[in-house]
């Protein structure tokens, strides 16, 4: 959470001390938002965080890269639940699969804005996927026993 609010502070800082490059191609919000991003892949690529958290993986195999996710799970769990389960994800894997999955890259952008190659992207996101249908199931399974024990 602390370093979530000093990159917010960061990034803002950056948006008031470049607003003078803003030229009004486009949304003031679009701008910031990319500011923000880039901010937070800044502070991803730093070494530390990138030595502790960096995985090389170089190929999928193709049965693998092809997860079907059923939502049946998720119409029985809450939002706040769900957020905290993505939370819950390792920092490099949480990192491609939201750029991946909430903000509509593709795997090259992935792979040149954080410097991994996107055999590694893939992988990340194919792990994130897997992990959060196993805590999603888990999950219910913890709910059902819950509501059985309430009975």
């Known amino acids: 959470m602390e370093d979530a609010e000093q990159l917010l502070n960061d990034g803002f800082l950056k948006v008031f001390t470049q607003i003078?490059?803003?030229?009004?191609?486009?949304?003031f919000a679009g701008w910031m938002?990319?500011?923000m991003v880039n901010t937070c892949?800044?502070?991803l690529r730093s070494t530390s965080l990138k030595e502790d958290t960096m995985m090389h993986v170089h190929s999928i195999p193709a049965e693998e890269s092809n997860i079907s996710v059923s939502n049946e799970g998720l119409e029985n769990i809450e939002f706040r639940e769900l957020v905290h389960i993505i939370q819950s994800l390792p920092a490099m894997t949480r990192t491609v699969f939201n750029l991946f999955v909430f903000d509509g890259y593709n795997h090259k952008e992935i792979s040149g804005q954080l410097d991994i190659s996107e055999g590694?992207?893939?992988w990340h996101v194919h792990q994130a996927r897997t992990m959060?249908?196993?805590?999603?199931?888990n999950s219910e399974h913890k709910k059902v026993m819950y509501e059985a024990k309430r009975i």
């Not at 003078?20 to 949304?27: I, L, M, P, Q, R």
Request: net charge positive; no cysteine.
């Open 20 to 27: 003078e490059h803003f030229k009004n191609a486009g949304s």
């Open 33 to 35: 938002q990319r500011i």
């Open 41 to 43: 892949l800044d502070y």
């Open 120 to 122: 590694t992207s893939h």
């Open 132 to 137: 959060l249908q196993k805590k999603i199931k």
